[in-house]
């Protein structure tokens, strides 16, 4: 072996809080007060700047293990999610979470278990390990959940979803009231002969078409029974929905709106009003729900639907496990449910006249 062999490359070393000190000509201490957040009433505003402006010269940052030791945290917030990865809302409940994290000098570190329970257990069980200060549990879609082994350990948050038990607090979409949004949108454009379709064995099916029902019933309007067509969530369900509702049916006879269950129903729908020469908005109205990226935006038209809060979920959950790390109190095990916005775009219009 050569000499060259048998040497150990490093890099240059981490620059130390002393090593501040020394350049500010301050104490090891004084450098300690202002990041831990003690300069205030210790030091004045130009000693506190002189120190912050020798750390930004040196390059130093304050260690995070050393600092969590200190404070018994680690300002890390595990996020464990079902099968969130391959959603096409995943990214906006991450960002909401990593971004309020960040906002308070946390990160966030996730654990994705593919829905399997046992992985589940283990992702709990190693962030438990690793000492992060608090657990947010999201899921794919709204349901009732298994709350994970080990997950009451710690400051937990359920997003998107609710505990089988009700022992945790959760933030979920208010899909009822969305559900009322979108039957009062046609109805403001003056639709009273209105149906529904799609929908699944679940709780947003359920409650959206809650929702629908409840704002219809305020104005004295019963939704036939064969005018609510479930068959699922897809586009193949809602180009099944539209054709039993609209082929071979005279115009007077057939809804003048559709309320789909969500926008992949919705361009099933439009694709077979465009098949049956039905025209949207002029003939037709619908209103899709989920504003799901990449779609909802860029059908013919544009698709008007009830957007989920997927990014506030993640912000409202992680606000909730970071006010539980300052207090040492986790939040009440209850349920906040966040606003479902309208987003406006073209295939909604007045009622077809003639």
């Known amino acids: 072996m050569t000499s060259a062999e048998g040497r150990h490359t490093t890099g240059p070393a981490r620059p130390t809080s002393r090593d501040v000190a020394r350049l500010a000509g301050v104490s090891h201490t004084a450098v300690s007060f202002v990041f831990n957040g003690r300069a205030q009433g210790n030091l004045s505003p130009a000693t506190q700047e002189r120190i912050r402006q020798a750390a930004a010269q040196l390059g130093y940052r304050p260690d995070p293990v050393a600092r969590g030791l200190r404070r018994r945290r680690t300002a890390v917030i595990g996020l464990v999610t079902d099968e969130i990865a391959s959603s096409p809302f995943a990214g906006r409940l991450l960002r909401g979470a990593m971004e309020t994290a960040w906002s308070s000098e946390h990160l966030v570190l996730t654990i994705d278990s593919g829905g399997d ?45 609710l505990p089988e038990d009700d022992s945790l607090p959760a933030v979920i979409p208010a899909e009822r009231a969305g559900g009322r949004t979108a039957a009062r949108l046609l109805l403001d454009h003056g639709h009273r002969r209105i149906a529904h379709i799609g929908g699944l064995d679940d709780i947003a099916s359920v409650e959206r078409l809650r929702g629908f029902r409840d704002a219809l019933r305020a104005e004295g309007i019963t939704v036939p029974r064969d005018w609510v067509v479930r068959t699922g969530g897809e586009i193949a369900g809602g180009y099944e929905g539209a054709v039993r509702l609209f082929d071979g049916v005279d115009p007077s006879r057939r809804p003048t709106a559709v309320f ?59 606000r909730l496990v970071l006010d539980a790390i300052t207090t040492g109190r986790t939040p009440p095990a209850t349920v906040r449910r966040l606003a479902c916005p309208l987003v406006t775009r073209s295939s909604v219009g007045p009622v077809p006249t003639g």
């Open 260 to 318: 789909c269950y969500n926008d992949r129903v919705a361009a099933g729908a439009l694709h077979a009003a465009t098949r049956l020469g039905i025209a949207v908005p002029g003939e037709l109205s619908l209103v899709g729900y989920d504003d799901q990226e990449h779609m909802a935006a860029f059908l013919t038209p544009p698709l008007t639907t009830v957007a989920l809060p997927h990014r506030e979920m993640g912000e409202a959950a992680t």
């Open 117 to 161: 329970p046992a992985k589940e257990d283990a992702a709990v069980a190693e962030l438990l390990d690793r000492r992060v200060d608090g657990i947010i549990y999201a899921a794919m879609s709204l349901r009732r959940v298994r709350v994970p082994e080990g997950l009451h350990r710690t400051h937990s948050v359920l997003a998107n979803c």
